[in-house]
C-alpha cells in the first residue's frame, strides 16, 4: 500500500548553521515523539545537502530530497547539478515542477517530464508536482490545468516507472500565503488526479501511488487534510522550517 509522507521543503532559505540545527532537532524530536510510520524527507538547498544527509545517518524514516535537478547527464552546464550528483550525496527524492520552478524559471511540462524520466533513470524518485493558479479555478479550469501537467509531465513513463513517483498537488493560491485548501478541495482533486492515474494505467497502480498537498499545511490543519482518504501526506514549506511545527505535522497522521 502507499506510503504516508511528510516533505519539508526549506526553498532557498538558511545559512548551513542553521540548516544542520533544524535537521538535527527535527531529526531527533522524530526519534522520540512520532510512533507512526510516516516517511519524513528533508529537502534543503544544494550546498547544504552532504551535511543535512551525514546528520540524518540510518534515522529510520528519513530521508534528503533535493529541489530541483538538471534534465542532462553531465557537461558543460554551468550552475546545474545532475540527477547523479545528487545520487551520489544520498538523495533519495527529487523535487520536479514546483509552482516557483514553473513560474519564476519558465520549466514547461516537456522539460519536467524530460526531469522525471532522469530522476527515475538515475534510480531516484521525483516529487512531480502539479496545482493551477487562483484565476484557474475561479474560471473554474483547475481540473482541466492539474490534467494537462500530470498528462504531458507523467504519462510517457510507464508502469513500473510511475510507481515510483510521488505526486504532490500544490494550488498555487495556497503556496506560502497562509490560505489552505479545504479538506473538500484537497480531497476531490485527489482523488481526481488518482482516477486519471487509473484510467491511464490501472486501479492498482492508482492506488499506490502516494499524492501529497501542499499549500499552507500547518500543524493546526494537517490532521483534517491527512485524514482525507485521497492525501497521502504533505509537501510542507513555511512550517518545515520550523522544528516544533513541522514535527507536529509529521505526529498528524
Ligand atoms: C511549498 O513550498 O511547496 C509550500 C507548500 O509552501 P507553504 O507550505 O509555505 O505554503
Known amino acids: 500500500m502507499r506510503k504516508n509522507i511528510a516533505a519539508g521543503n526549506w526553498k532557498m532559505n538558511l545559512t548551513l548553521d542553521e540548516g544542520q540545527k533544524l535537521a538535527s532537532e527535527v531529526i531527533n524530536m522524530a526519534k522520540g515523539e512520532v510512533s507512526n510510520d510516516a516517511e519524513i524527507i528533508l529537502i ?39 540527477v547523479s550528483m545528487l545520487k551520489s550525496a544520498g538523495v533519495s527524492y527529487v523535487v520536479i515542477g514546483h509552482s516557483e520552478r514553473r513560474e519564476l524559471f519558465g520549466e514547461d511540462n516537456a522539460l519536467l517530464a524530460a526531469k522525471t524520466k532522469a530522476v527515475l533513470d538515475g534510480g531516484l524518485k521525483p516529487i512531480y508536482c502539479c496545482g493551477e493558479k487562483l484565476e484557474s479555478r475561479e474560471a473554474e479550469q483547475h481540473f482541466a490545468v492539474n490534467k494537462e501537467q500530470i498528462e504531458e509531465g507523467l504519462f510517457g513513463l510507464s508502469k513500473e516507472e510511475i510507481l515510483n513517483v510521488v505526486i504532490a498537488y500544490e494550488p498555487v493560491w495556497a503556496i506560502g500565503t497562509g490560505v489552505t485548501a479545504s479538506s473538500d478541495q484537497a ?29 499552507s499545511v500547518k500543524p493546526g490543519n494537517a490532521q483534517e487534510l491527512f485524514a482525507q482518504p485521497d492525501v497521502d501526506g504533505g509537501l510542507v514549506g513555511g512550517a518545515s522550517l520550523k522544528s516544533r511545527d513541522f514535527v507536529d505535522i509529521i505526529k498528524s497522521f
Open 44 to 82: 534543503p538547498p544544494f550546498v547544504h545537502i552532504t551535511s543535512v544527509e551525514k546528520l540524518v545517518g540510518s534515522a529510520a524514516n528519513v530521508k534528503v530530497g533535493a529541489q530541483n535537478c538538471s534534465d542532462q547527464g553531465s557537461g558543460a552546464y554551468t550552475g546545474e547539478t545532475s
Open 187 to 215: 480531497q476531490e482533486m485527489h482523488a481526481y488526479i488518482r482516477g486519471l492515474i487509473a484510467e491511464k494505467y490501472d486501479q492498482e497502480t492508482a492506488d499506490s501511488i502516494s499524492i501529497l498537498y501542499g499549500g
